[in-house]
């Protein structure tokens, strides 16, 4: 199961930078121009789980697999991009492809590297975009709801279903607020995520500060960590230059290089952690001797669709999932210990996986 977080924000806030940080390649071109991005660039990244690594050690695993998240560098919208201004049809197309987004925000001061606004001011760089989004939405939506209304109004179920969604969208909309703060009610998400809205993404706010801000923020940020307090989204404070220079470092000395300025774990562990929250995602594990690997879900996954991610005929043919929590695994050396001690359970199809499950399922061919 792959998911997607789009990278976006205005110009020259450190998008491509982020990017190749993230994704440990020189892919994306950082440049101190608009537009250096030209296509999407996508990158995984393996999601750093300190709780793999423990479960291989006591299982022996030869392999560790951790679950994977995918960053898309989407180039930098401009004011009027809803228009067409810059390169923005084609930036919103490849926005429409991703899970979330992620929004950098200039959260710095930097003579040398030039704002497209003028000015440094996190929050209107925060609604410019949204506008432009909002005013996408719109245009999508005012195209589309004439000809759905007809069907509704010749008795098309479906239709009138989609309608409702479309209406309440615009309502908020026109109000100047987003998609995502439509009210969908149960049933309705899969019609929902169908009308390609941009703003029903989620968003997670990314505040790029300088180094010496990069554990608390700063000002900047704090606008900006208020401002997604208000509206229910997320934020996280990085310094896409400290993620650079960790990035091209080997493992054993990255740790080393943070500690020396204070930080405990590179920005992109923060990143994915509230990625995962945003998303509403969590980690089960698959254990033994030949790999232990992390596969991700969404939360409130039944056990018979958390099979079907390792593979399909898994979860055709679900009989039951024997499970550990990954504390009883650790707290009793594995799942021999875990099973002496009355941790091992065996859960039928009605079971929602949790966070940290070691998960073996069973299934007939």
């Known amino acids: ?86 390169l923005g049809n084609q930036f ?108 029903s993404k989620p968003v997670l706010y990314v505040c790029n500060v300088e180094e010496a801000s990069a554990d608390k923020g700063n000002g900047f940020s704090a606008r900006v960590f208020e401002r997604a307090k208000q509206e229910g989204a997320r934020a996280v404070v990085v310094s896409a230059k400290i993620e650079s220079e960790v990035a091209v470092l080997p493992p054993e000395e990255q740790k080393e290089y943070l500690e020396a300025i204070g930080l405990k774990e590179p920005g992109l562990n923060r990143v994915i952690r509230e990625g995962y929250a945003l998303l509403g995602l969590l980690t089960y594990f698959t254990v033994g001797p030949k790999e232990a690997r992390a596969w991700t879900i969404t939360a409130g996954t039944k056990a018979p669709a958390a099979a079907g991610v390792i593979h399909t005929d898994f979860e055709k043919g679900f009989i039951r999932a024997e499970t550990v929590a990954y504390a009883d695994y650790v707290a009793h050396n594995g799942e021999s210990g875990a099973r002496e001690a009355g941790k091992f359970r065996l859960e039928g199809k009605e079971y929602e996986v949790a966070d940290g499950d070691v998960l073996h399922f069973r299934f007939a061919n």
């Open 92 to 199: 919103l197309a490849n926005i429409r492809e991703v899970d979330a987004i992620a929004h950098v925000v200039r959260c710095f001061e930097d003579s040398d590297i030039t704002h497209v606004e003028g000015k440094i001011d996190p929050v209107a760089d925060i609604e410019t975009i949204e506008t432009e989004l909002m005013l996408a939405d719109l245009d999508s939506l005012e195209k589309r709801i004439v000809a759905i209304e007809k069907k509704a109004k010749g008795g098309d179920k479906e239709s009138k279903e989609i309608f409702d969604l479309m209406s309440r969208s615009l309502v908020l909309l026109r109000e100047g607020k987003p998609a995502r703060l439509v009210e969908v009610k149960a049933g309705e998400e899969r019609a929902f995520r169908m009308l390609g809205l941009l703003t």
């Open 1 to 86: 199961m792959g998911f997607k977080m789009g990278i976006v924000g205005l110009p020259n806030v450190g998008k491509s930078t982020l990017f190749n940080a993230l994704t440990q390649t020189a892919a994306a071109q950082a440049a101190n121009y608009p537009f250096c991005t030209i296509e999407p660039n996508v990158g995984d990244v393996a999601v750093p789980d300190e709780r793999l690594d423990a479960l291989a050690a006591i299982a022996g695993s030869k392999e560790i697999i951790p679950t994977r998240l995918t960053f898309v560098d989407i180039a930098g919208l401009v004011r009027g991009a809803s228009r067409g201004e810059g």
